[in-house]
């Protein structure tokens, strides 16, 4: 097993980052189980969103990525992934809830994007 890089360091900001693509991964399951007719395709929409966002995120925004981008294509996945979330809470006529969720999220991503800008940097 690979040891993380000396100057690896777990922040506040990444346990929240964690706890928010957790919640992410909830409120689209929660949303294609509530917004679809049950059995089909609610089911199919409740399992698939979540694993969909999961794969994407897996892919493309994990720190780990298979298909490491730049910045900006990063960026692209997670606005896809966190906004979705959101706008699952707007459909479920939850508005505070999604609009908390976003808040949150744009807040713990710009400090991410700002922190791996300047390990880029530096």
Same mark, same amino acid.
């Given at each position: 097993?690979?040891? $993380?890089?000396?100057? /690896? ?5 990444? &346990?929240l980052?964690? *706890?928010?693509? @957790? %919640?992410?991964?909830?409120?689209l ?7 679809w007719?049950?059995?089909? $395709?609610?089911?199919? /929409? ?5 694993? &969909?966002?999961?794969? *994407?995120?897996? @892919? %493309?925004?994990?720190?780990k ?7 900006v ?12 979330a ?13 609009a ?6 744009l ?9 791996e800008l ?5």
């Amino acid at each position: 097993m690979a040891s $993380p890089p000396e100057d /690896f360091r777990l922040t506040p900001n990444d &346990a929240l980052r964690f *706890l928010l693509e @957790l %919640f992410a991964l909830f409120s689209l399951g929660l949303w294609g189980f509530s917004a679809w007719p049950l059995p089909w $395709p609610g089911i199919g /929409f409740g399992i698939g969103m979540p694993l &969909a966002a999961a794969v *994407l995120w897996g @892919l %493309f925004r994990s720190p780990k990525a298979r298909f490491p981008l730049g910045i900006v294509g990063r960026v692209v996945v997670e606005v896809a992934v966190m906004g979705s979330a959101a706008a699952a809470w707007f459909a479920m006529d939850q508005p505070v809830v999604g609009a908390l969720f976003a808040g949150v999220a744009l807040v713990s991503g710009i400090i991410n994007a700002r922190a791996e800008l300047a390990r880029q940097a530096g």
